[in-house]
């Protein structure tokens, strides 16, 4: 009777790390970049800040209006019935009005305009009545109402932005305020990405039934276009140990990180790991996922290494589960949107085997009520990259956890922020 080897249909095989322990250790082995560079802010989204910002004055700098109306001051709002109340002059924003305003006197004023000295109440021009240069205000009114406080937005030398910040629009608009046209940032890191495999063949070369076409590195040459990031293409490297060492040797040289596909299972051609073991060290190579199960990880030089699986649905799993955290590991990001994980019911029986974490490619959907439902994609083989196309979500199947039946609540992981 023949003794079966180790497998990736195995549940419980020796040696599987699990996928949080995975990622722990990836973690930890991943050093956040020290270097920074200077850039506009025009071209900072995307960015992560290097640099706390700091206020250097208060926003709003003086008190100003909210409205377009009329400002007075307080004790000339009635307590019953209406007071009537003369304009003496006009403030508009951007310009400071000097002018004494008494009680029983007021000012037309602007959005934004400063509120003259004294004045702590401004009503909105459908507040009152007016009849040429008399206004009529009853007690509807209330002091400070419609100011914007000197300092109610940032208050100065407060911090508003700290390092590690993921920088997004609302952020460029709140550096500008502030009067900064250049930040510090993180420098681009360098990534270095390959195919491997004798079967792999690039897109436009001649096709036939031993050849598939490269699918792997435009996935991730896709998923790493941001602005935060140099992608160095390595092409499509030949599935021999001499070659292959000989490359990751040189991209250590400027790369931060490597991430190669294929060639780290345990075939008589599978060549990666061999030359990762030879070039560096491996931190492990197998982890109990599905799909993603080989997936090599170490280091040449200072380069991390990732040696993804060769198939495609196997490599973007992989890479938004533990390659995409340690990228934002080495960048310093602190603050990003991020992938939520939400609960949803499965409208399917999903079968699952306890022992690894399985990732499911599914469609969620949301009710009017805010209900989320989700189902799988179909078919979820690790070559059946349609399946990803499909989906909008990971439902993500905890380790322990055995077949989900329909109507059971699971794990989802949207690809909203994680795209």
């Known amino acids: 009777m023949i003794d079966p080897q180790p497998n990736c249909t195995d549940i419980f095989e020796q040696g599987l790390m699990p996928v949080d322990q995975a990622l722990k250790k990836i973690l930890s082995a991943t050093p956040q970049l020290a270097d920074y560079q200077i850039i506009n802010i025009e071209h900072a989204k995307g960015r992560t800040l290097a640099e706390s910002i700091t206020a250097p004055f208060n926003v709003p700098q003086h008190n100003n209006s909210a409205v377009d109306g009329y400002a007075f001051h307080a004790i000339d709002i009635p307590t019953e019935g209406i007071t009537k109340l003369t304009v003496i002059d006009s403030a508009y924003a951007g310009k400071a009005n000097l002018t004494q305003i008494n009680s029983g006197q007021c000012i037309r004023i602007m959005t934004g305009a400063i509120i003259p000295k004294d004045l702590d109440v401004v009503a909105m021009q459908e507040h009152v009545e007016c009849y040429g240069t008399i206004i009529s205000v009853d007690k509807r009114h209330k002091q400070g109402q419609n100011i914007r406080l000197a300092g109610e937005d940032i208050r100065q030398n407060e911090t508003i932005l700290p390092a590690g910040k993921f920088i997004t629009p609302a952020d460029i608009g709140l550096i500008a305020c502030l009067g900064f046209a250049e930040i510090k940032v993180r420098r681009k890191l360098k990534i270095a990405i390959a195919s491997t495999g004798n079967e792999v063949i690039s897109i436009g070369a001649n096709h036939s039934k031993e050849k598939i076409y490269d699918s792997n590195?435009?996935?991730?040459?896709?998923?790493?276009?941001?602005?935060?990031?140099?992608?160095i293409n390595l092409g499509i490297l030949e599935d021999n140990a001499e070659t292959l060492l000989k490359q990751f040797k040189q991209s250590?040289?400027?790369?931060?990180?490597?991430?190669?596909?294929?060639?780290?299972?345990?075939?008589?051609?599978?060549?990666?790991?061999?030359?990762?073991?030879?070039?560096?060290?491996?931190?492990?190579?197998?982890?109990?996922?599905?799909?993603?199960?080989?997936?090599?990880?170490?280091s040449i030089g200072k380069s991390?290494?990732?040696?993804?699986?060769?198939?495609?649905?196997a490599v973007m799993v992989t890479f938004y589960q533990f390659v995409l955290p340690a990228i934002e590991q080495m960048l310093g990001i602190k603050n990003k949107v991020i992938a939520p994980l939400i609960k949803a019911k499965s409208e399917e029986n999903i079968a699952k085997k306890p022992?690894?974490?399985?990732?499911?490619?599914?469609?969620?959907?949301?009710?009017?009520?805010?209900?989320?439902?989700?189902?799988?994609?179909?078919?979820?083989?690790?070559?059946?990259?349609?399946?990803?196309?499909?989906?909008?979500?990971?439902?993500?199947l905890e380790h322990d956890r055995s077949t989900v039946k329909a109507g059971e609540t699971v794990t989802v992981q949207t690809f909203s922020g994680l795209f």
């Open 355 to 396: 022992g690894r974490t399985e990732v499911v490619r599914g469609i969620i959907k949301q009710d009017n009520e805010g209900n989320c439902t989700v189902k799988t994609t179909g078919k979820q083989g690790s070559g059946i990259l349609r399946s990803m196309s499909l989906a909008n979500a990971f439902i993500i």
């Open 252 to 298: 250590s040289l400027y790369a931060d990180i490597i991430i190669s596909s294929g060639g780290v299972s345990v075939g008589d051609a599978d060549y990666t790991r061999t030359a990762l073991k030879q070039s560096g060290t491996v931190d492990f190579w197998k982890i109990a996922i599905k799909p993603g199960r080989p997936l090599a990880f170490g």
């Open 304 to 313: 991390l290494f990732f040696g993804l699986p060769g198939n495609p649905v």
């Open 217 to 231: 590195r435009y996935i991730l040459y896709s998923a790493l276009d941001r602005p935060d990031i140099e992608i």
